[in-house]
Structure formats: structure tokens, C-alpha cells
């Protein structure tokens, strides 16, 4: 029971990540109309962006958290906040209260997903944790397949709806929590992570978005335009010191100096932006270009996500025989393909067949070769007790190679969608494809890293047995 109680929370979050993105022309629509004036792609894209920065920042401190409290109350502490945050974002009268409330869901899911596993662990018996850890996983790709189609049938009655549902469902999951969950012990009594740096992540992400997003209507030299951008840098620069120099860090900056787990980190990001591209432009092109349902949208983009799992699935054994690497470069390419599919072969005129499927199928099969890939690569090449500290950081870039990617897109194709900005489009999945084949290069330096540490390993000394040794063997 504990168990069905942890993987519902657990799909509650990742299926909201799939959703929000199908209801975004919905949510614009609706504000237009209450308000008299359009809501334009760029203040919609903080409906998307507010989450993964917040998510981003808070995950490492609500994670140590519950290492310090326990993992039991701050994962239904977590699961509160995330449900009350859901109804405010269901009610929300205009999108500033749509995008604060999100920015509070954001940070019941960075209490909530951090603890879910330990309390999972925690809830089996040894024999069967594996299997539970797998079980956590696969919920992730359950999600992703479910969420488009979840997110088209709900706008079909009204983009509310897609916060809405996570009400019942938060609920029943702490009513029964409180009920099933094992309580975890304290494992740490030490400070917590650097808040101000928290805080600096925070906003030089946003200022970076913040730029991107406003400059094409500014202008790219207007003065708020290089304020945000400079607040950016300096943020950036100043947390990256406090990093270095701080007691307790927000993230361990130093890991990114071993080669292999640096190269995935940086993969991670530059395929975490191209796949942001990707998925918000796959939403806005056939709602706005071919004028789409969300529910036709939703049903349309179902073979990406669906594959990824089953790919991941299928691939786990060449991925111990060949080495990570290769997977990465394999993946990364494909996913670039796809991007050049739709480069290509897009039209103003729906063709589902020529068009989206190819590059859908392309990019599902590349998306399960390479992130689930990448991040395996990074966390594997740390020593054990920094893991959890490693696997933490690597989430935390996925959210900020999001953040980064939505705006981006909204950089590149302008903050009014529609036909004009085909040629706009395909720029964006130029950028998208170029992106995916510098994560393929990424493959190609973790395969050398990987051999070269082999090398080294087999040609360091064996330890030679002291003469005193008594288990010294003539």
C-alpha cells in the first residue's frame, strides 16, 4: 500500500510536466479573452519556465531536508503544498497568479520527488528494492506517454481541469499516507545548503529567460534587454564563487572537473535545451499552425514518449556491453534527424504522416538512447558517497536546460505564433538539431574517457604482498 501510495505522487508530478505543455495555447486563449488583449508566447512561457526554476534551485535543499526532519514528513508536506498550489492554479483570475502559483507547485514537487525514492526504499523489503527502484523510474515514462493525450481530453473541457485533477488525487495521497507510510530516521544533523546561493540560482535564470524572452520585442540592445542579461552574468558569477568558496553548497561545482561526470553534465544540458525546443514547438505548431485540438495534439504526440521507456528498456544490456558513450552519439543523431525531418518536411498543410510521425518515432528512440543514458553516465563515474550529491546536480541542470530551451524557442520564433513563423520554426529546430549532435560529440568523449580509464586501471601495478604478510603465498 505504502508503495501504490508513493508511485501516485510520483505520477502526479511528472504527468504535470506533460500536460501543462498541450494547455498552453488553451491558457492564452482563455486569459485573451477575459483581459481584451492576447497573451503572448512569451508571458506564457513563464507558466512553463517559473516551474523548472524553481524546481532547480529548491531540489538539493528539500532534499537535504529530509535527510535532516525525516523523508516521511517533508515528502507529505511536499504533496500538500503541490495540491494546494494545483487549486490556486485552477482558480487563478489572471496569468501573474497563474505563474505564482506555479512557481509554489514547483516547490511542493522539489520536497516531494527527492524523498520519494528513499521512502519507497524504505517501504520494501531489501530483495525487492530493485524492483521498486525500477518500478519509480518507469512511472516517469508512464507519465510522459499518458500526459499528452491526459492534457488534450482535459482542455477539452477546460485547460482548469489540468491542475484540478491533481487535487483528489494530492489528497487521497496524504490521507493514506499518513496512514501507510514508514517513518525514516534522521541521517544528518549538519546545516543546509546554501540558501543565498538558492537564491542567485534562482534569479540569474530568471534574468537569462527573462532576456531572452523580451529582447525580440525590445529589441536585443535595449537597455532592460542588457540589464537582464548582465544581472544574468553577474548572478551567475557570483553564485559560482559562493559555490567554490561556501561550507555547504547548493551544488558541488568541483564534480564537474572529473571528465566523465563534467561531459554528461554538459550533455545533459545542451539535450535538455534541444528537447524543450522540441516538445513546446510540437505543441504550438499543430495548435496554432495546423489549428489543432488539444485533444488531436495530445493523440498526435504519443509515439515520442511512449517509445522512450520501451527504449530504455530494451537498450539496458548494450549499454553494459558497449559502454554509455556510444548510446549517447547514437541517440543524439537520431534526435537530430528528427529535427531535420520536420526542418524539411514541414507544411503550412497538416500531413501528420510525412511530417510529425517520422520525427516523432526519430526522436522518441533518440531521447531513450541518450538522457536516461547521460545522467547513468555521470552518477556511475562518482564514488558512492557522493551519488546522491552528483544525481541531484544533474537533475537540478535538466530543469535549467528547460528553462533555458523555452526561451530560447520563444527567442528565435517571437512572442505571436502563427504562419509567418514558419521559416522562424525551422530556425528553431536547426538550433534543436545542432544542439543534439554537440550531446553526440558528448558521446563520443565519454566512449575515449571510458577507455582511457580502463587503460589506466589495467596498466597500474598490482599491490605486491608484504613479506610479512601471513596469506602471502609462495
Known sequence: MASTVILLAVFMTNLDLWIVNVALPAMGS???SSSGRAATLGSLSWVLNAYAIVLAALLVVAG???????????FLAGVSVFTLASLACAVAPDLGTLVAARALQAAGAAAQLPTSLALLLASVPAEHRTRATRNWAAVGGLAAAAGPVAGGLLVQVDWRWVFVINVPLGIATVVAGLRVLPSTTRREQGRLPDLMGALLITLAIAALSGGLVQAPDWGWLDARSVTLFALALVSAAVFVRRSLQHAHPLFELPLLRLPQFGAASAGT??????????????????????????????VAMVPGPALVPVVTLLTARAAQRLGHGPLVTTG????????????CFASLKADYWLDLLPSQV??????GLTLGTLVAAGVGS???HRAATGSALVNSVRQISATVGVALLVAIVGTHVGPAQRQDFRA?????????????????RITRTAARTREAAASAPAPVASLTDPHRTA
Open 30 to 32: 482563455s486569459f485573451a
Open 64 to 74: 537535504r531536508m529530509g535527510d535532516r526532519i525525516g523523508q516521511r514528513p517533508v
Open 269 to 298: 544540458f545542451v539535450f535538455g535545451v534541444a528537447f524543450a525546443i522540441m516538445l513546446l514547438s510540437n505543441v504550438l505548431w499543430c495548435q496554432e499552425i495546423w489549428h489543432w485540438s488539444a485533444l488531436r495534439t495530445g
Open 332 to 343: 543524439g543523431l537520431l534526435f537530430a534527424a528528427g529535427m531535420l525531418w520536420r526542418t
Open 362 to 367: 526519430l526522436g522518441g528512440v533518440g531521447v
Open 382 to 384: 562518482l564514488p558512492g
Open 428 to 444: 528553431a529546430w536547426l538550433v534543436a538539431a545542432a544542439l543534439s549532435v554537440a550531446a553526440a560529440v558528448v558521446g563520443v
